[in-house]
């Protein structure tokens, strides 16, 4: 085996590779540091906030700060302190300080429903005074998955409670829905009634479609004969329409008797007064008056015989013409009407 020489070219400069080796590695690490203290804001200047808590529950030292949704800083120490409450003391880069006036609140909430939990600082009052380093803001606790919980458990215990109610067979809704059941299997009997009677109703209405053409080909004639009725009414109340004419020609002329019938009256009265005194005055020469009433009577009857007797005399029968026996003559009530129309 060859041994390694004092004078071997490989280890040449070997401590000078050493040292630049060492050189680099410790810039890497004040880089490394450097890094972190910057990513940690390690090399900026702080302003101290403190908040008091009810407990410490997702609270942590470390814990993101951020104002507006933005990292502004973080949690720098947790105590607990009187009261068995939590004090919190939180490290905010000295740039945002004039984001942070009276009624600013700290919170503790999480990044969606699972997500990391931070500290939220909500943005105060712009025209209040700034706070100064070591300001005690209040802290408003949101509530959390548990606290959610909590006020679920009321709930789920009453739905267990309705579960086991609806459950129980000797319950109301076990016995309700036993009655559905009664009910539904009637419902379906009364369905089968119900499809018998539409099927009976079916037959019936056929029938009466069937007598319903039957009235309708007997009312069409009936129908018919009352139009031509109808027609014949017409045409007779035309025919009356003269008639109704003349009485109402009558009528007026009755009423223009009436009006003059108190005249008449009266003239008749003094007739009457004139006839009582020729009456009296034809008493007194009444037998003088029969004897010529007798002796014109007997004249009249002597002149009858004479004119009879010429009438049958040879020259004068040939010459007058013969007498017609009398006879019945029909009356015809149209021509009648017609000539009456026809004198109108």
Do not use: C
């Not at 548990?146 to 679920?152: D, K, Q, R, S, V």
């Amino acid at each position: 085996m060859a041994t390694v020489k004092d004078k071997d070219p490989r280890f040449k400069n070997l401590e000078f590779k050493a040292g630049v080796m060492l050189m680099v590695a410790i810039a890497g690490i004040v880089v490394l540091v450097l890094m972190l203290g910057i990513e940690r804001d390690l090399f900026t200047k702080k302003f101290s906030l403190h908040f008091v808590a009810e407990n410490g529950t997702g609270i942590s030292k470390g814990m993101p700060v951020k104002l507006s949704g933005f990292k502004v800083g973080r949690v720098s120490t947790v105590e607990l302190i009187e009261g068995a409450r939590v004090r919190v003391t939180t490290e905010v880069s000295q740039k945002y300080t004039e984001y942070l006036r009276e009624g600013v609140k700290a919170m503790v909430t999480k990044e969606g429903y699972i997500g990391d939990p931070y500290v939220d600082i909500t943005v105060g009052d712009p025209s209040a005074t700034l706070l100064t380093d070591g300001a005690l803001i209040p802290f408003h606790k949101e509530d959390g998955m548990e606290e959610l919980i909590n006020e679920a458990k009321p709930a789920l215990t009453e739905i267990k409670e309705i579960i086991h109610y609806i459950n129980d067979p000797e319950g109301d809704i076990k016995v309700t829905l036993g009655n559905f059941k009664v009910l539904s299997e009637g419902l379906e009997e009364t369905r089968s009634v119900i499809t018998e009677t539409t099927r009976t109703a079916g037959g019936t209405l056929k029938r009466i479609d069937s007598l319903v053409e039957k009235v309708d080909s007997r009312v069409e004639p009936m129908m018919d004969s009352a139009l031509n009725v109808f027609g014949n009414v017409d045409e007779m109340t035309e025919r009356l329409m003269p008639v109704i004419e003349r009485f109402d020609a009558i009528s007026r002329n009755v009423e223009t008797v009436s009006e003059t019938l108190p005249s008449t009256i009266l003239k008749l009265d003094s007739i009457l007064g004139d006839v009582k005194l020729v009456s009296s005055a034809l008493g007194a020469g009444a037998p003088q008056i029969m004897e010529v009433i007798d002796n014109t009577n007997s004249a009249i009857r002597g002149g009858k015989e004479i004119i009879k007797g010429v009438k049958t005399s040879w020259p004068i029968r040939l010459m007058l013409p013969k007498v017609r026996s009398p006879h019945l003559v029909p009356l015809d009530t149209f021509s009648m009407k017609q000539e009456v129309r026809s004198g109108d």
